[in-house]
């Protein structure tokens, strides 16, 4: 059977629809408060616009900045170190372009292979600061700039950088791994030495890293050691 359709009474006829009401409070609202309305729109204007003229000029300098690493890449590859030098400097002026934390860690290493040690650790050191942590390029800029320490002789530096390289996974764990045992021989922490030898082998078997854990721990038992 159809249901009769709910009649409106009288007192609910001579009610205000809602929509109309807000919509008047709104426009009451609007007139009395042009200019406030119309600076806040103008801000959000200018704000949508300064966050797109900076994601432009972010985009222009990746732009620029890939074609310049490109460059400075097949200067490096090619072993031509000293020019890879000065283009990788280039791409380190692009310093809003992702780009620009590559050239720190390229820069780095053409420094430690041209023997520039300590402009070798400053670009090491840069591009620590400049990559994120538990990262690849992290763990790459925490060894070169721990090898360079190690060239400078700077070994206790060089034991700390290669350690914590070495916890990150990564391609370079059991490079960091080995580092550090290098540098904790060279200090005569034998114990360290042969732990960090020890860790190295279990990720690389058969390595001839296996003797000189014999040879340091016939050392470390040897009389004159234990004195």
Not at 3 to 31: C, I, M
Not at 99 to 126: C, D, F, G, M, W
Not at 139 to 151: G, K, N
Request: contains cysteine.
């Amino acid at each position: 059977m159809a249901t009769a359709s709910k009649r409106l009474t009288r007192k609910q006829l001579r009610e205000p629809d809602w929509f109309q009401v807000g919509l008047e409070h709104a426009v009451e609202y609007f007139n009395e408060h042009k200019a406030l309305v119309f600076s806040a729109l103008a801000a959000i204007v200018i704000l949508l616009a300064a966050l797109w003229g900076w994601q432009q000029f972010k985009e222009t300098q990746n732009v620029a900045a890939s074609q310049e690493f490109t460059k400075a890449l097949a200067l490096y590859q090619n072993q031509k170190y000293n020019e890879a030098i000065a283009a990788f400097e280039k791409v380190q002026a692009f310093r809003w372009s992702r780009y620009s934390v590559l050239a720190h860690i390229y820069l780095a290493n053409s420094y430690l292979t041209t023997h520039q040690l300590e402009k070798a650790l400053s670009a090491a050191e840069r591009s620590v600061v400049a990559t994120k942590p538990d990262s690849l390029y992290r763990q790459i800029a925490l060894v070169t700039r721990a090898e360079t320490e190690e060239q400078m002789k700077q070994c206790k530096g060089a034991i700390e950088h290669f350690a914590e390289a070495e916890k990150i996974t990564g391609a370079l764990q059991s490079r960091a791994t080995l580092g550090k045992a290098r540098c904790a021989e060279q200090i005569g922490d034998i114990k360290t030495a042969v732990q960090a030898y020890k860790d190295y082998l279990k990720d690389n078997p058969g390595s001839p890293m296996a003797l000189k854990v014999t040879e340091l721990e016939a050392k470390s038992s040897s009389p004159a050691v234990r004195k």
